[in-house]
């Protein structure tokens, strides 16, 4: 078992990774705490031992359609007519869907009670019930709607993940390929806790550094802007559908090749990507059929960039990833057609 911190002054917090770690909950519950919520879905086989403490069970929708203002809006009535009050505590137990969701009513109810995670998908270990973006999807977009609210403590039960389907389990691992791009090292060289552990270290430190991702933070969504594109557009129906992780290796990808266009990384650590994704088991190709410039609505969210985009890309010089703006429609045609060629030797 491993603890890590995020250090965040006031609001920092512990992180406990290991195998059959789930019931160490209680020893985050303060004294004050009457009643407790318990955010989870039907579907998850995994519970915290809360005998003797007055709690509720809140079973929220599975799929990302569950992020939505009007089950939030459930959800909080729900915990408003329980009784749980400004001293009281919301627990989420579930992946990214049920983190996001449970810490965006937390972060709302009576403007703001604490919360604390147990996450049981690879991807909530490794990202989704860290750092304290909560938030909740609008038909306009995803994520919309949230706020930056930092729970009080997140479990990370391992022994959980024994359960998760094999596609989801492997969509966490797209998250964790990102890692290796920031410093991780191999982390197939690792047992499955000190890998999350690894993961977990590095984004505590990056949000213990700028917990509003206003600088450094950016970078660990490397291999999200085209990743983003390509879920998207599976979901939209104008390709296969991808889970968020195998979309992320593919974004890793593409990343890789971006960067070598535009002549800041040499084969070698284009080939690196290609090596860390496969060694994953993870799809490395772009989607059959999909057209580049279909892409351009997702990648230029901003309206006023039309034409310039932004993305995190791995530079030599700099030694690491890098914010880089103003990346061009015609630089991602390159890069695109480049990765349509294949694999470089
Ligand atoms: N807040 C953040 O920083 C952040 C970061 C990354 C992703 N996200 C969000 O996370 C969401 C995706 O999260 P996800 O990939 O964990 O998906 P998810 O929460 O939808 O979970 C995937 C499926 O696995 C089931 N499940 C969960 N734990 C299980 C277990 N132990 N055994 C069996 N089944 C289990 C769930 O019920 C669901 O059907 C997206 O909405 C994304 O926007 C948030």
Redesign the pocket.
Known sequence: METIRVELAERSYPIVIGAEVLDQVRDFIPAEVAKIAVVT?E????RPDLEGLDFRVFTVP???DA?SMSVAAELAEGVAEFGLSRSDLVVAV???????LA?FVASVYYRGIRYLNVA??L??QV?????G???VNLPAG??LVGSFWQPSAVICDVS??S???PR?YS??LG?MAKYEFLGSGRLDARDLESAVARCVAIKAAYVSRDEREGGKRALLNYGHTMGHAIEALGLAGKSEHL???EAVAIGLVFAAHLAHSLGRIGYNELNAHYEVVERMGLPRWLPEGLDVEETFPYLERDKKAMGSMTFVLESAAADGLEVVRGVSREDVRRAWAEMLDGRPR
């Open positions: 879905q579907n998850i086989p995994h599975d799929g990302e992020k579930g992946g990214g869907v049920v983190t996001d810490g049981t998908t991807l909530a990202d989704a019930a860290i750092g973006k909560t938030g995803k994520n959980t993940l359960t998760l389907n989801e969509s966490g998250e889970y968020h992780g």
